[in-house]
């Protein structure tokens, strides 16, 4: 990330629901807020999992307004930690006909030094919104083999776009997401993943109870659990971003 040239965005994909996406994000928004960087996350998900997880309003104007050119609410989840809410008007026409290089265009106007996009599941044309802004994109997978799946269709989905010369992110990894080497399936998912996509860099975030009890609580991880093991596996991914990994 490259400071003083506009906020660095971050999606964080996967069209299967359920497999951590928005655990990342968020867990990454508390991270890089901790470190001092500002930072906004976008909630792209009709149900607003984000702002919940985060502990703020999900039913004030969000993330459908900002794309629209309304009044969004900037909220305030923590020091350095602004959220816009998703909510059921990102299912509009209105947001639904946007040009897939709207985020960009907004992100780009928008006082941050990283815009953190959690994308919700199914909806390919507001994960396109988000993959067509990003830097940096994070395609999460756990050991389902559906999830596997889903995670091939958003990397198929970038290649085309690469291919038709569309704007793409400069840098693309796997989240492996909930693992717990104690299932057999956890430990054959790296391996599967390299044979696979051997080429994209894989990067892990254990399962761990703190992380789940952090968002339920919708306490950010970095003031709930600073020295758990999902925590320091964000980190490490934080890392991973900044390229110091
Ligand atoms: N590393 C983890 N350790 C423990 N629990 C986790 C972890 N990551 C996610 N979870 C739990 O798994 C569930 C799904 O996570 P999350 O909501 O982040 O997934 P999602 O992909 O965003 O789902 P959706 O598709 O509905 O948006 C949540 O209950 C969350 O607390
Ligand atoms: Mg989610």
Redesign the pocket.
Known sequence: MSPGAGPCVIA?A?R????????????LASVLAAAGRRVLVVDL?P?S??AY?LGVDPTLAGTAAWLTGATPEFQVAADNLMVLAGGPELVDRTVQRLDPHDLHAVATETAADVIVC?????DEHLERLAIRAAQVALI?T?AHPLAVKGAGRVIEDLEADRRKGHRTPARTALVL???DTRRSMDRGLDAHLQETWGTLPRLT????????????AGVPIMRSAPNSR?AQ?LQAIVRWINGEA
Not at 118 to 122: I, L, T
């Open positions: 964080v996967a299967k629901g359920g497999v951590g996406k928005t655990t990342v994000a968020c867990g998900d149900q999992n984000a997880v959690d994308c919700p599941p199914g999460v756990d997401s909930k693992v975030v254990r399962q761990d109870v703190d992380v789940a009890q952090a968002t339920a999902g596996d």
